[in-house]
């Protein structure tokens, strides 16, 4: 389980997230939606240590993230990671690239580390690009290859920051399914999106942010179909 508790992070005087409170269970997917800088990827940068927090806890399985006494580089190899730019090492092949990280950090032999890379690689629908390098693939091809690259690591949670947002429209779909196939799988998964289909079919939970704060987390059904804060109300007339 991830827990957030009464979370607060300044930029400076810039107060980004306000008070923060949120339980993420092993197995759920919570899509986080509202509109750009109101906190949404700040949080899931807290989450994985990658942004220090001035007031609150965050704690995954019941270890503090943000304790000095914490192996963060230990604990972030439960927290997959995607990024909205996928950053693959251009003179690597796809196999090479997923590979690298079981290998430099889980101290795998290189033939293990080749055998989940490409076992991953598969999962996500590139099998047939093992030996092909990052500049010769989609964006969308990228995109999988970085969620592969992730879950070489074999996490128990999967935090996507808009990781279709710097797609073309024609290529957003295939990710889209690959994280639908995660969420079949029983993954858990904390999704910054803009892709309201995907929160409202996808997502157990979706959780509604308004210029630092949680405004409102519940079903998509109650969230889509009936929310309770006018921020909801306003933001989603605004989409749709």
């Known amino acids: 389980m991830i827990e957030i508790k009464q979370l607060h992070k300044y930029f ?10 949120l339980n993420v269970n092993k197995g759920e997917v919570l ?4 509109s750009s800088g109101s906190g949404k990827s700040t949080l899931l940068y807290c989450i994985n240590g990658l942004e220090p927090i001035q007031q609150g806890q965050i704690t995954v399985d019941g270890i503090p993230v943000h304790e000095p006494k914490t192996d963060i ?4 190899q439960k927290l997959g ?20 990280a079981p290998k430099i950090v889980r101290k795998m032999s290189k033939d293990a580390a080749k055998t989940i890379a490409e076992k991953q690689l598969r999962h ?12 010769a693939l989609s964006g969308g091809q990228q995109q999988r290859l970085a969620i592969a690259r992730a879950l070489a690591m074999e996490p128990e949670y999967m935090l996507f920051d ?14 889209l399914d690959t994280m639908r196939l995660l969420a079949e799988e029983g993954m858990t998964m904390i999704c910054v999106t803009h892709e309201m289909s995907f929160a409202r079919d996808v997502s157990d939970r979706v ?14 059904a109650q969230i889509f179909g009936d929310p309770q804060s006018p921020h909801t109300r306003k933001f989603l007339a605004s989409v749709r």
């Open 162 to 175: 808009e990781a279709t947002s710097a797609l073309d429209p024609e290529l957003v779909g295939e990710v």
């Open 31 to 34: 899509s986080i939606i509202g």
């Open 73 to 76: 580089n230990k604990l972030r």
């Open 124 to 135: 996500v629908g590139l099998g047939d690009k093992l030996d092909v390098y990052p500049s």
């Open 207 to 220: 959780a509604y942010f308004h210029q630092g704060h949680m405004e409102e987390v519940g079903p998509p």
């Open 12 to 21: 400076g005087k810039l107060h980004v997230l306000q008070g923060i409170d």
């Open 81 to 100: 990671m995607v990024f909205q730019q996928w950053n693959s090492f251009p003179h690597l092949t796809a196999l090479e690239n997923v590979a690298l």
